[in-house]
């Protein structure tokens, strides 16, 4: 249980996040499907998050990250401030640790993923995602109350944790020619980058944005940090107005490209991989997926790599979602 | 590949059919979940059948008995009627036999089993149910043009290849207390009691039936065979008029109790399988977990074996589902 970690996260960092959160994460399942590889002419393996403990990917950098903390930080207890996934993450591994936690929350967060949190035992602490800005109602909450901040994405610990999904994805695939990585703040993707540059150095890692939210492809293509303000996507996982300071470089240097899906494109993948694979997706999970179904990447014959990377779903909205589908006619292209 | 069965099958029988169709059919996972084991009380371990080929565990006997057939009879061709999932069943075991099959589906199918079902390549024939027997259309197709009927659960290679679930089941959970099998006309349920009784004889098996549809229940208890005339409920792979006369006496032989779950208890489980376990369960595929999770049998410190029997879902139904549910209000116990 090293904490000589640099700023900079590392493979080595990545290694040491793995052996931290083994038995705590769950090791998800890498499956393929017929139907698939036979539409795509690639063989299309996907790392199962979805069935990650809370439902997530996010355990794993919450998880790496809380349990480096001191006794004294323990002892005082977080905060964070999530769309909702983190938050029920960080619920999750400061349970799992016994460490008090308060998660500050969109009110327009999914009710599934908000009851998670409360179920899983934080305090939660609602704001207006169109008036208030969640950082800085952390930040005040933090400092009054001496709670040590484990932020979404934009920290090394939390980077290093979400990179593991890489690794176990390479463990059971091998060598990949393409790697598709849903991206909000950019945690999951450079981490997950960092490690495909250890283990399958010439995989094209691909982050994949809505189009609605494609602050971090402007900041990939124009090499400067763009942001956007609470885009309207049904992607709530990657409504993130920008990439983080510690993410951004770590993006730069280490993905190949990125593409962006609209909305109906990303619905009819996500009951595409409900119906097919049986596997409850959220729509931000299907991200990595709709770009390899339906993007422009030359993936025919090619090893290909998919991070599903969440599946808490409000159903209560599938029929409004299946309405927009079939109002909207055939989902377009775009990458 | 033997041929020598007895009418009625035995536990050597399904043993042969799990040769038979070894590698067509998935062996598919048997997974637990934290939540329904603290939720239970019990070890809680369910078959998932819903990620067989084809979406249903029907592959396993459709394959084995059409794998049998001879030579004249693979190239005259084969008819079956089905509600959906055994159409599919003989429809894509047709295309890896290469066999030419007619389905005779209720026009009422779900949308998603029909297309499927062609896109396996089978012929449909639709008939109204409320009006006409499938049998009778089906026997009538069949003896004019020379085909084989591959009945939906009466049939011993039929019932044998089902019962190679239950093998499967008990190979990854070790022995059982309690067996919960969704009950349609018996081929499961009876496949799976043969080999219960044979690998783990302690065990209970249970069949679960829609309350609407509970005419295995009343036969079971009745010790005569009950009919159900086109039962109006969510469970639409359990609406069969009856348990056949193959299928009946071996439930009365193998089987420890029956239970009925009414159509809210039903999908209320199947919403929380795709909730907590990210599974797509259909309504009948949710028969045995929702036994299992409301039923008033004692398994707090069990060891239960559920078989989610299926997943194919008409997405277009789940905003009515949930209104449903909301208009009920909280579902009651039945068993």
Redesign the interface.
């Known amino acids: 249980m090293s904490s000589t970690l640099s700023i900079r996260p590392t493979f080595a960092d990545i290694q040491d996040a793995a052996r931290q959160i083994a038995g705590v994460a769950h090791r998800t399942?890498v499956v393929t499907s017929q139907t698939i590889n036979a539409r795509t002419g690639a063989q299309v393996h996907f790392k199962c998050e979805?069935?990650q403990r809370g439902?997530a990917f996010k355990i794993r950098g919450a998880y790496n990250a809380m349990s480096r903390l001191s006794p004294d930080e323990r002892r005082r207890g977080v905060l964070t401030f999530s769309s909702g996934n983190h938050a029920q993450a960080v619920a999750l591994a400061g349970r799992v640790l016994g460490i008090p936690r308060v998660i500050v929350m969109p009110a327009d967060a999914p009710a599934?993923k908000r009851i998670a949190t409360e179920e899983y035992g934080g305090e939660v602490i609602l704001y207006d995602p169109a008036r208030e800005k969640r950082e800085a109602i952390g930040r005040q909450v933090a400092l009054e109350r001496g709670l040590t901040v484990i932020p979404p994405y934009d920290h090394a610990h939390v980077i290093a944790g979400q990179g593991t999904a890489a690794i176990e994805l390479f463990e059971e695939s091998g060598p990949l020619d393409f790697l598709f990585v849903p991206c909000g703040g950019g945690g999951l993707l450079s981490g997950c980058a960092i490690a495909a540059r250890a283990l399958s150095p010439g995989c094209r890692v691909v982050g994949v944005e809505p189009a609605a939210g494609d602050d971090a492809t402007r900041s990939f293509r124009t090499k400067e940090l763009q942001t956007v303000d609470n885009p309207r996507t049904v992607a709530d996982g990657a409504r993130t107005p920008s990439l983080g300071s510690l993410t951004f470089p770590l993006v730069l240097e280490y993905v190949s490209d990125m593409a962006t899906i609209d909305d109906p494109t990303l619905l009819q993948t996500m009951?595409f991989l409900?119906?097919r694979m049986?596997?409850?997706?959220e729509p931000t999970g299907a991200l990595g997926a709709a770009a390899a179904l339906h993007g422009v990447f030359p993936i025919t014959g090619a090893r290909v790599g998919v991070i599903l990377t969440g599946?808490n779903?409000d159903?209560?909205r599938?029929?409004?979602w299946?309405s927009s589908l079939e109002s909207h006619g055939s989902p377009t292209k775009s990458a």
């Open positions: 399942p979805n069935l439902g599934v009951f409900w119906e049986k596997l409850v997706v599946g779903v159903f209560s599938v029929g409004e299946r």
